[in-house]
């Protein structure tokens, strides 16, 4: 089945840390490119994170830049994204989102995780 | 950055009829060297994650009913539902691709009036 499976939301003071995870299957992960995006309560989407498909390139928007960090795992099919630093505007769902080009990518997604939510609060 | 903007907020069509939702971007979509406008948009029904309808503007996703279709090139893009059913009640986002960082409009929410 193909599939994106987030996990690791919560709930997190300010300047806390959390580190989500996303489970891929279904698919040849290796060779797609992978997306983070998220969405506030009651907001649009925003793209946080992009990450190339063998790994040697991140890309963020500037709002997360310096303090989220994107990896992955080919051999176990995973996506990360380690997130320091956390302030209140930074609560939302969190999606995992697979871009549809191999290698590259074409940057927009044709598979979404379910996404995790991320409380930013004391 | 690409500013997206769609139009209207919401909107609320009766059952068979259509739906036109507008999205607009601050620059070009359009890349010359392969004449693709760099658009996509997406479906998000309540509680659930958004879907792809549509990509390179007007080239429907796989699986996707044929009363969704996108038009539109440059900076002006249009979403048609041609025949709205009740399953279509979702928020729709343009995204832009065109360059990084990827942007997405604010998104329209379709009711049933």
Known sequence: ?122 | DIVMTQSPDSLAVSLGERATINCKSSQSLLYSSNNKNYLAWYQQKPGQPPKLLIYWASTRESGVPDRFSGSGSGTDFTLTISSLQAEDVAVYSCQQYYTSPPTFGGGTKVEIK
């Not at chain 1, 490119?33 to 946080?48: F, I, S």
């Open chain 1, 1 to 122: 089945q193909v599939q994106l499976v987030e996990s690791g939301g919560g709930v997190v003071q300010p300047g806390g840390s959390l580190r989500l995870s996303c489970a891929a299957s279904g698919f040849t992960f290796r060779s797609y490119g992978m997306h983070w995006v998220r969405q506030a309560p009651g907001k649009g989407l925003e793209w946080v994170t992009f990450i190339r498909f063998d790994g040697s390139k991140e890309y963020y928007a500037d709002s997360v830049k310096g303090r989220f960090t994107i990896s992955r795992d080919n051999s176990k099919n995973t996506l990360y994204l380690q997130m320091n630093s956390l302030r209140p505007e930074d609560t939302a769902v969190y999606y995992c989102a697979k871009d549809d080009g191999e290698g590259s990518g074409y940057w927009y997604s044709d598979l979404w995780g379910r996404g995790t939510l991320v409380s930013v609060s004391s």
